[in-house]
C-alpha cells in the first residue's frame, strides 16, 4: 500500500498544480488568494461531518475511537474557538477579511463538489474506499499547509503567530492520516479491498487537489 500512495503522491506533485503554480510564481497577488481562501472555509467547515458517517460503519472500537479523536480535533477537544472552521476564520481575518466578506460568501463550486463527493461516497461507498479517500487527503493536506506556510511567510502576506490554521494542519494531519491508513492497511491483503482502497486513495488524492486548483 505504502508503494501504491507513495506512486500516486509522485504523479500529482503539489508544485505542479495550477494552483501552486500561480502562487509560488508570483502570478497570484494576496487579494486573489485571500479570495481563494474565503471560498475554501465551506470545506473546512464541512469535513467532519462525513467522518461521522464512517466511523459509524466500523465494526471495531478502535477503528471508531481513532475517528471520533480526529473529529475532537476538528472541534478543538471542547474549546469550541479552536475548531477547525473557527482558526481558519481568525487566519482569514489574518490576511485581511472582513466579517462582512465572510459572512456574505458566496459558495463556490469547488467546494460544494469537494463536499458532495466526500458525502456521496461516505454514504454509498464501501468503508475501504471511504477510509482510504480520508487518509489520502489528510495526508496531502499536510503537504499542501507545509507550502502554504512557507510561502506566504516568504511574502510576508501574514506573521508567523497568525497562521492559526495551516501551520496546526502541518503537523497534525500526518497523525490522521496514519490513523486512516492503520483502519484499512489488512485490506490491503485482501483482493477486493484492495481494489476499494486504490480507488478511495485515487478519489481523495484528485478531490484535494482539485478542491484547490478549481479556485482559480
Not at 75 to 82: C, D, L, T
Not at 88 to 98: E, K
Request: glycine share 4%; hydrophobic share 35%; charged share 25%.
Amino acid at each position: 500500500m505504502k508503494n501504491f500512495i507513495s506512486e500516486l503522491i509522485k504523479s500529482s506533485p503539489i508544485h505542479r498544480q495550477p494552483f501552486f503554480i500561480s502562487l509560488l510564481n508570483g502570478t497570484m497577488d494576496k487579494e486573489r488568494f485571500k479570495e481563494t481562501q474565503i471560498g475554501i472555509l465551506d470545506a473546512v467547515e464541512f469535513f467532519s461531518r462525513p467522518m461521522f458517517i464512517i466511523s459509524s460503519k466500523l465494526d471495531s472500537y478502535e477503528d471508531r475511537y481513532c475517528i471520533i479523536k480526529n473529529i475532537l480535533d476538528e472541534h478543538g477537544n471542547g474549546e469550541i474557538k479552536k475548531a477547525h472552521g473557527n482558526t481558519f476564520r481568525q487566519y482569514l481575518f489574518s490576511l485581511g477579511a472582513t466579517e462582512k466578506q465572510i459572512k456574505n460568501r458566496k459558495p463556490i463550486q469547488a467546494a460544494v463538489k469537494y463536499n458532495n463527493v466526500l458525502m456521496e461516497c461516505s454514504l454509498n461507498s464501501s468503508t475501504m474506499r471511504s477510509v482510504a479517500m480520508m487518509a489520502i487527503i489528510e495526508e496531502r493536506y499536510s503537504k499542501i499547509s507545509a507550502t502554504i506556510v512557507k510561502e506566504i511567510l516568504k511574502k510576508k502576506w501574514i506573521s508567523k503567530e497568525n497562521l492559526y490554521h495551516y501551520s496546526l494542519h502541518e503537523e497534525l494531519d500526518v497523525e490522521h492520516a496514519q490513523g486512516f491508513y492503520n483502519i484499512i492497511k489488512d485490506g490491503w491483503e485482501d483482493v477486493n479491498s484492495k481494489e476499494e482502497i486504490k480507488k478511495g486513495l485515487s478519489l481523495g488524492n484528485s478531490m484535494i487537489l482539485n478542491l484547490y486548483n478549481d479556485t482559480l
